[in-house]
């Protein structure tokens, strides 16, 4: 079955460390994504890549970091400099082309900060 | 920059009854128009999407949607809705050429039986 994999699906994580979220795609996809969603905020841009080893900021991307060593795989590392990281994280994919279509999403990781 | 404007946070409905969820976009220039759905705890589903051609898009689920330029609006309508369409339903954009989708801030339907 072709599809996005997030893991974990629930995530806790203490004030100050580090935490690494995980995306995986099997659909060949150029594009990946990581989205993050807050109620009452809809769905916010952190980072995207469109090849492997090359990735651009979104529009909340402080506090992040993400890798792309891998067209397959694209994980997502909240760090200690993310202020408020409790929200659920949403990754996704897509053919990067010049007539746009859609982004398939992952089931999600929602993360707290305990 | 492009925006999604989604006016109504939460829909309540009765269960058979029609619903129109609303969508306006801001650009300057052409845009792809999508509505996504999520369930609660799980990712978005692709419900339909306007790329160019008819403006009426038929999708998923009994759902079609309505792209009017002059409007700039993107309306999303089912006729008879039922109990499984409670669900969190969001509008997106995307301008021509290879750009990201930006979102709206969701529009929470409820159906009541």
């Known amino acids: 079955d072709g599809g996005i994999t997030q893991s974990p699906k629930y995530l806790f994580r203490k004030e100050g460390q580090n935490v690494t979220l995980s995306c995986e795609q099997n659909l060949n996809h150029d594009a990946m994504y990581w989205y993050r969603q807050d109620p009452e905020q809809g769905l916010r841009l952190i980072y995207y890549?469109?090849?492997?080893?090359?990735?651009q900021k979104g529009d909340i991307a402080e506090g992040y970091s993400v890798s792309r060593e891998k067209k397959e795989s694209f994980p997502l590392t909240v760090t200690s400099a993310q202020k408020n990281p409790t929200a659920f994280y949403l990754c996704a994919s897509s053919i990067w082309a010049r007539v746009n279509t859609e982004a398939f999403f992952g089931q999600g990781t929602r993360l707290t900060v305990v | 920059a492009q925006s999604v404007t989604q006016l109504d946070s939460q829909v309540p409905v009765f269960e058979e009854a029609p619903v129109e969820l609303r969508c306006n976009y801001s650009s300057s220039v052409s845009v792809y128009l999508f509505w996504y759905v999520q369930y609660p705890n799980q990712g978005l589903q692709l419900l339909l999407k306007?790329?160019?051609?008819?403006?009426l898009v038929k999708g998923i689920n009994g759902f079609e949607a309505e792209f009017n330029k002059s409007q700039t609006s993107f309306h999303l309508r089912k006729p008879s809705v039922h109990i499984s369409d409670t669900a969190e339903y969001f509008c997106?954009?995307?301008?021509?050429?290879?750009?990201?989708?930006?979102f709206g801030k969701g529009t929470r339907l409820s159906v009541i039986a």
């Open positions: 997106a954009v995307s301008l021509s050429g290879n750009t990201p989708l930006v």
């Open positions: 306007y790329l160019s051609g008819s403006t």
């Open positions: 890549s469109q090849i492997v080893n090359d990735f």
